[in-house]
């Protein structure tokens, strides 16, 4: 079992930056793929961002390909997603997800953990 809690989001101008991080409980996280997703209001939930066990290889999502950057700290078992040159499009409740079977996937539905979200809002 692994307890997901998110931290960092908040309300930003266009153009700003967060860093929004992912704690996790327990002695395996090393054991997971981590991603980011997020969902806006009245949108499915979408895959933003992967890094994989080691923290060697990521993946992006089109829309913040350049923008965003997902990192990961095996040793304080916590996730990061750096955001910068936020948009407005960018606004919605970002989640951290772990995957104990790939080494890195997009698929929501491989995901087994889940922190409860953390809300970005971006202004125009």
């Known amino acids: 079992q692994v307890q997901l809690v998110e931290s960092g989001g908040g309300l930003v101008q266009a153009g700003g930056s967060l860093k929004l991080s992912c704690a996790a409980s327990?002695?395996?996280?090393?054991?997971?793929?981590m991603g980011w997703f997020r969902q806006a209001p009245g949108k499915e939930r979408e895959f933003v961002a992967v890094v994989t066990r080691s923290g060697g290889s990521t993946y992006y999502a089109d829309s913040v390909k350049g923008r965003f950057t997902i990192s990961r700290d095996n040793g304080k078992n916590t996730v990061y997603l750096q955001m910068n040159s936020l948009k407005p499009e960018d606004t919605a409740v970002y989640y951290c997800?772990?995957?104990?079977?790939?080494?890195?996937?997009?698929?929501?539905?491989?995901?087994?953990?889940w922190g409860q979200g953390t809300q970005v809002t971006v202004s125009s």
């Open positions: 997800a772990a995957d104990r079977s790939s080494a890195w996937t997009t698929r929501i539905y491989e995901y087994d953990y």
């Open positions: 327990g002695r395996t996280f090393s054991s997971y793929a």
